[in-house]
Nanobody, 121 residues
Framework: QVQLVESGGGLVQSGGSLRLSCAAS????????MDWYRQVPGKQREWVAA???????NYSASVKGRFTIARDKAKNMGYLQMNRLKPEKTAIYYC???????????????WGKGTRVTVSS
C-alpha cells in the first residue's frame, strides 16, 4: 500500500516562511513526479507547483518567485519551501505524486491527506 504523508504546516505570520514535506512510503518501484496543491476553505483545490522525473519544475503564477519545490529521490521525499506567505492563502496543502507501485507497470496517482497552513495578518 503506497501512501503520502504531508508535514510541516502550521501558523505563520504574513510575510513569513514555511517548509512543507511529503513522504512517500509503501511498496513502490519509484516516484515519477510530485505536485503540490492547495485548497482555501470554500474554494476549489488549485495546483501550486510540480517537479518532474528529470527534476524540472513548474509553478503557478501566484507563487512563482516565492515558492520552491524540490525532491529527494533517494528518500522518496518532496518539499515545498514557501516564502513571503500571504494571509489570503491560508489553506490546506496537499501532496500529489505519480508512483509506480511494486508489481505494476503503470503510474498511479496518489494524494496525501493534507497539512494546514494558516497565515496570520
Amino acid at each position: 500500500q503506497v501512501q503520502l504523508v504531508e508535514s510541516g504546516g502550521g501558523l505563520v505570520q504574513s510575510g513569513g516562511s514555511l517548509r512543507l514535506s511529503c513522504a512517500a512510503s509503501g511498496s513502490m518501484v519509484f516516484v515519477y513526479a510530485m505536485d503540490w496543491y492547495r485548497q482555501v476553505p470554500g474554494k476549489q483545490r488549485e495546483w501550486v507547483a510540480a517537479i518532474s522525473n528529470d527534476d524540472s519544475t513548474n509553478y503557478s503564477a501566484s507563487v512563482k518567485g516565492r515558492f520552491t519545490i524540490a525532491r529527494d529521490k533517494a528518500k522518496n521525499m518532496g518539499y515545498l519551501q514557501m516564502n513571503r506567505l500571504k494571509p489570503e492563502k491560508t489553506a490546506i496543502y496537499y501532496c500529489n505524486a505519480k508512483i509506480m507501485p511494486l508489481g505494476e507497470m503503470t503510474l498511479r496517482d496518489y494524494w496525501g491527506k493534507g497539512t494546514r497552513v494558516t497565515v496570520s495578518s
